[in-house]
């Protein structure tokens, strides 16, 4: 699921069967295997001259299974790195679900402060979209309140909460 929802969201071609053993790997909690997966589709598509977007998706599934294989320092930079691609490319609507990934690896390695700001870019980056996903926003913001809870901001927590779950039920409708 991840790497199909990556594709949808970059509009990327090709290398997609590849990329789905990787999500099928991974949803079977071989994560080992699907590293494998995706490191032989990304050298594949190295290899086929591929474009820099087709990589960057590959690299960010890369960095989701790096990240439940808990090598966080890792996914952190390969997240850091599409983050660059995109920013270079001017695809700034695009960097929510990566800047969301790289928060949760710097949340992991307890990097609150990083987490945060993180989201907060996916936040402000969601919200001046003219057609800004709601659910999504309500989403990150109720990952926002869990990491204010756990930084010991209680009051921020809360308020984050409670638009996060605004936002849902709005969206739910």
């Known amino acids: ?32 295997e ?16 591929a474009d820099d977007l087709t990589l960057a998706v590959h690299d960010n599934t890369r960095g989701l299974i790096l990240t439940a294989l808990g090598r966080h320092e890792e996914s952190v930079l390969v997240f850091e790195s599409v983050v660059a691609y ?24 307890g990097e609150l402060a990083r987490a945060r700001a993180h989201m907060d870019r996916a936040l402000t980056i969601l919200g001046a979209s003219e057609d800004a996903d709601q659910a999504a926003i309500g989403d ?10 756990k930084g010991g901001d209680l009051a921020v927590a809360l308020t984050q909460m409670q638009r996060g779950l605004k936002l849902q039920a709005e969206v739910l409708g």
């Open 86 to 109: 995109l920013e270079s490319a001017d695809m700034e609507e695009q960097m929510p679900t990566v800047l969301m990934n790289l928060a949760n690896s710097w949340e992991f390695l």
């Open 34 to 49: 699907a590293l494998s997966a995706v490191d032989a589709a990304r050298s594949e598509a190295v290899g086929t001259g």
């Open 140 to 149: 990150i913001l109720i990952q926002a309140a869990a990491l204010s809870a």
């Open 1 to 32: 699921m991840f790497s199909a929802l990556l594709l949808v969201l970059f509009g990327a071609t090709g290398q997609a069967q590849s990329l789905e053993d990787a999500d099928r790997l991974f949803n079977q909690g071989q994560y080992a």
